[in-house]
């Protein structure tokens, strides 16, 4: 039967992940470092100038032409070509795990510990791009009592301890994990989190209750595991205040710029634009800290208005009238 005593000894902590990813950083580096002395040892017969039509960058735009490219081609050959296969060859063998992951003592399953496939393996690979892209917190943040970032949620994979042996008759254990990081200004007491294992919520109305494809009070797609839809929440949240604090410097720029301009009697800015621009930053930064404290409620407004999601579905409005 699976060992209950501790997140700490049954699922992966980020430590042990992020030293594992740093290991396979270098397995999955090594054949180009390989290259690299190849190419020096023969004079470099082949060139990054000989590859692309590239020109020195004086400018974003001249970067952005000539030499961008060509880092975004040797970019994705590499992650294509070596880390792809690397990771979901590895994560669905035998061994279910890379060599990082072997040496940390950890290894990639499906929810009930059993073997993954290479299919999963080759979606969880492209969802991590999620997962970096969105400044990282796919990855900070924890998706579930499994202690699950966010492309092993949508992946629905674990990254547990190898050593632990998990019988087929037993669900994988439930130990309540908020965080990756146990953060003590974030993290609640594991008795006040035990009850709500099973909760389902809704990311739209907030109705807590049991599992359903819709929510059953405002009948639209977005009702998912309490855990989930708090992480999301924050997910999201820490997003929108990362771009309001970025629209702030924007604003202070804008408005100094202007001011400067009016005093050397030339056209600048013209107000109209600064007051959308300090808007849109007071959106963000109010919508962002509101969810972060878990009070989204502005974030949804702003994210239904976005998508047309502010009505009711068809579905649920027409049970009701009957």
């Not at 090594?30 to 017969?45: E, H, K, T």
């Not at 990082?100 to 499906?110: H, R």
């Not at 949508?154 to 309540?176: I, N």
């Not at 974030?299 to 502010?310: C, D, P, Q, V």
Request: glycine share 8%; charged share 15%; net charge positive.
């Amino acid at each position: 039967m699976p060992n209950r005593t501790g997140a700490s000894s049954v699922y992966a902590s980020f430590t042990r992940r992020a030293l594992a990813r740093l290991i396979d950083l270098g397995f999955v580096l090594a054949p180009c470092g390989l290259f690299y002395l190849v190419n020096r040892a023969l004079g470099f017969p082949v060139r990054y100038t000989s590859l692309f039509n590239w020109q020195r960058p004086e400018t974003a735009t001249m970067f952005m032409t000539y030499d961008f490219p060509g880092f975004f081609a040797i970019f994705a050959g590499v992650k294509l070509f070596i880390a792809y296969p690397y990771f979901a060859l590895m994560e669905s063998s035998r061994w279910q795990a890379t060599p990082g992951k072997a040496a940390l003592g950890i290894k990639v399953t499906n929810i009930n510990g059993a073997r993954i496939s290479f299919l999963r393996a080759t979606g969880r690979y492209f969802l991590k791009a999620v997962s970096s892209l969105e400044f990282m917190l796919g990855y900070l943040i924890s998706f579930s009592d499994q202690r699950q970032t966010w492309h092993d949620y949508m992946a629905q994979t674990l990254v547990v301890r190898s050593g632990l042996t998990f019988s087929p008759y037993y669900v994988m254990p439930k130990v309540s994990s908020l965080w990756m990081f146990e953060l003590p200004l974030w993290s609640q007491r594991r008795e006040e989190l035990s009850d709500r294992l099973s909760d389902h919520a809704c990311i739209w109305c907030s109705y807590r209750g049991e599992k359903h494809v819709e929510c059953p009070a405002c009948g639209r797609f977005g009702y998912a595991p309490a855990r989930a839809v708090r992480a999301i929440s924050l997910m999201a949240g820490l997003i929108f205040t990362l771009l309001g604090a970025a629209l702030s410097y924007v604003t202070f720029w804008v408005v100094s710029e202007r001011l400067a301009d009016d005093q050397l009697g030339r056209a600048g800015t013209p107000w109209p634009v600064i007051f959308i621009i300090a808007f849109a930053c007071g959106l963000c930064l109010t919508a962002g800290l509101t969810s972060v404290v878990g009070k989204p409620w502005l974030l949804r407004l702003m994210i239904s208005l976005a998508t047309g999601l502010g009505g009711r579905s068809f579905r649920a409005t027409t049970s009701r009238r009957d």
